[in-house]
């Protein structure tokens, strides 16, 4: 990923997240219009370190072309290479902002902001659950729990695991019932600990009324 | 006459709970400065072929990484098209 100099200048590796090397020039062309990249992808809400990855992509791209033109007499060199790889970086970064629209609107239900507040109680609860599951889960059923959230089917989890998607699904909801139950167990016990009787502030002549108005309703 | 013991509606919704650990995975840790991400062609194999051993660390990294879990669920999304 990236390193800061002494000068707080934006940089880049040589090479790129999937191993391939940046032509010097390539890499001196992103390092110019890193600032620049930065300022696009933040008013997407794009992350810092995937403008640096990506960044680094784009150049190792370049620099392929860089080659591919310097071995074909015809092919015409780049004239504007920091331009040339700002392009590409601008498509790439769009082309990432379609896709997280697009797994957004997908099928699989979300919360939007406004329902998230709804029930803040049942919120807490399924947040509760869920780091209790996150915790918990083995490596099977947190893959299969992954692959159920990308929307696979219970025979395509089934078939990777070795095993039916009827074991699969049984597994999976096996085990998120063995959390809700530990939970509702705690949940209980510390409702037990923190219960009070209802009267016992009460001075006892109130007391007495208080117990007569329960009993005669 | 004993009284017969009534089962309780259970309000657990599957969607719902999909729905909010699909929002809460992808939301509530953004690891801004990716520490401890593995590289994508670790989150590619794994996606394609889990195995525990290899891949004990990735699956409990996917568990508070926001960007990591984001792009796990875009690679399997890409698979489950792609079959």
Not at chain 1, 16 to 24: A, K, L, S, T, V
């Amino acid at each position: 990923m990236t390193t800061d100099d002494s000068t707080n200048s934006l940089r880049l590796n040589s090479v790129d997240r999937h191993g391939r090397h940046i032509d010097p020039a390539a890499l001196a062309a992103a390092e110019a219009v890193f600032q620049r990249a930065l300022e696009l992808a933040i008013n997407l809400g794009i992350d810092y370190a995937v403008v640096a990855n990506m960044l680094e992509e784009v150049a190792a791209e370049a620099s392929l072309q860089l080659t591919w033109r310097a071995g074909v007499c015809e092919a015409e060199p780049i004239r504007n290479l920091p331009g040339y790889v700002f392009r590409a970086f601008e498509r790439d970064i769009n082309r990432l902002k379609r896709k997280e629209i697009a797994l957004l609107d997908d099928d699989t239900p979300r919360y939007t902001l406004a329902q998230r507040w709804v029930d803040p109680s049942r919120q807490l609860e399924m947040k509760v659950l869920s780091d209790e599951c996150l915790a918990r889960f083995d490596f099977e059923v947190g893959d299969i729990c992954s692959r159920w959230m990308a929307g696979y089917s219970w025979d395509e989890i089934g078939k990777i695991h070795g095993i039916s998607g009827h074991a699969a699904e049984l597994r999976f909801w096996n085990a998120v019932r063995r959390m809700r139950k530990q939970l509702a167990k705690r949940k209980k016990s510390l409702l037990r600990t923190t219960r009070t009787d209802p009267n016992e502030e009460l001075k006892p002549a109130m007391r007495t009324d208080a117990q007569k108005e329960e009993t005669s309703a | 006459m004993p009284r017969k013991k009534r089962r309780q509606p259970d309000d657990f919704n599957e969607e719902e709970f999909r729905g909010f650990l699909n929002t809460y995975l992808s939301e509530a840790f953004p690891n801004r400065q990716r520490i401890g991400c593995p590289p994508d062609s670790d989150l590619q194999r794994m996606a394609e072929c889990p195995v525990e051993a290899r891949d004990a660390e990735i699956s409990e990294h996917l568990t508070y990484c926001s960007p990591c879990f984001r792009r796990y669920m875009e690679i399997l999304a890409g698979l489950k098209r792609k079959a």
